[in-house]
């Protein structure tokens, strides 16, 4: 079966430092993988996504994501913490070969960006 | 840019009160979803839907029901709301399959749903 496991439920960061946000998976396949983010009182946004193309996958706002399927991975990172990142960050698995409709969302990781 | 609006930001309602969630999309896309946020656990699937008056159940249907009579809109409906129904309720759409934008969801900002 299909899961997503984010390994933090918060994180904290100095404004101006680097962001790692991890994420395992287990998937029977080559998955498809997401980031998705909420920021507070708005819907999900979509970061960045995996679908088997460059294993580097850049997003919006400066984030990027590394596949490594030998470690089951997809790590989010930022280079340089903004205050406007402060928001919860969920890793996405779409664990269906044919179709994209179904999502399994990770638990969840709530960035705290102190000043 | 996609826009997914949902009725209610806020909702309280009793035990018992048949309670309907309402979510529109403008982007002419042809599946529609309703998730669950609960802390700690991520969002959950409830019901989605494919296509007008098509769908299927989630993880999560058990005391919901959904109505979809037009491509635009997909409604969630609690039959008899229940006190563990509370949690924010997302609804999302997103583009049909082969368009390139394979797992691409928009989503709306949520129903936060209190039953006492």
């Known amino acids: 079966a299909q899961s997503v496991t984010q390994l933090d439920s918060h994180v904290s960061v100095s404004e101006g430092t680097p962001v790692l946000l991890r994420c395992n998976y287990s998937s029977s396949y080559s998955p498809s993988l997401f980031w998705y983010v909420q920021h507070p009182n708005k819907g999900l946004q979509l970061l960045l996504k995996?679908?088997?193309?460059?294993?580097l996958v850049k997003g919006i706002n400066g984030f990027e994501a590394e596949f490594k399927k030998s470690e089951t991975s997809f790590h989010l990172t930022k280079p340089s913490a903004h205050m406007s990142d402060a928001a919860e960050y969920f890793c996405v698995v779409s664990p269906d070969r044919d179709s994209s409709y179904k999502l399994i969302f990770g638990s969840g990781t709530r960035l705290l960006v102190r000043p | 840019d996609v826009k997914v609006t949902q009725s209610s930001r806020y909702l309280v309602k009793r035990t018992g009160e048949k309670v309907f969630l309402e979510c529109v999309q403008d982007?002419?896309?042809?599946?529609m979803f309703w998730y669950r946020q609960d802390p700690g656990l991520g969002l959950r699937l409830i019901y989605f839907?494919?296509?007008?008056?098509?769908?299927e159940k989630g993880d999560i249907p058990e005391g919901y029901s959904v109505s979809r009579e037009k491509k635009e809109r997909f409604s969630l409906i609690l039959e008899s709301a229940s006190t563990n129904q509370t949690s924010m309720y997302l609804c999302a759409s997103s583009p049909q399959d082969g368009t390139g934008r394979r797992g691409e969801q928009y989503f709306g900002p949520g129903t936060r749903l209190t039953v006492t």
């Open positions: 839907s494919y296509d007008v008056k098509m769908k």
């Open positions: 982007m002419d896309h042809e599946n």
């Open positions: 995996y679908t088997s193309a460059a294993t």
